[in-house]
């Protein structure tokens, strides 16, 4: 899934995305396909930033996008609750183009 993050003007250039295979699909690289697919679609859209939003503990979600390109901007700690448990969060992003400015976008 991708989308537009924020409703706010100012973060138009921002898009948010999220990547889930089924457990008997993992381990073949069809995430890896998923996420370059859609890195190219919003490079496509004209869009400045990729965000990913990925539970702290989901090691093959962070290598995935660590070897895409993307850094970890942001730790939260317990924003999250699943089966009775605090969950943490990482930000990553990954810039998609060189614009200096937003007006050259």
């Avoid at 948010?16 to 069809?30: D, I, W």
């Avoid at 969060?89 to 007006?103: I, R």
């Amino acid at each position: 899934a991708v989308g537009d993050g924020r409703r706010f003007d100012g973060l138009r250039y921002t898009v948010e995305h999220s990547v889930y295979v089924h457990p008997a699909h993992q381990g073949k690289g069809l995430g890896r396909k998923l996420l370059s697919r859609l890195i190219d679609e919003a490079r496509r859209c004209g869009k400045h930033v990729m965000v990913a939003g990925i539970e702290s503990q989901n090691a093959a979600s962070i290598r995935l996008h660590h070897s895409l390109g993307f850094t970890v901007t942001a730790q939260m700690p317990q924003v999250g609750v699943k089966f009775g448990r605090w969950l943490d969060l990482t930000f990553m992003q990954l810039q998609l183009d060189e614009h200096a400015a937003p007006d050259a976008c």
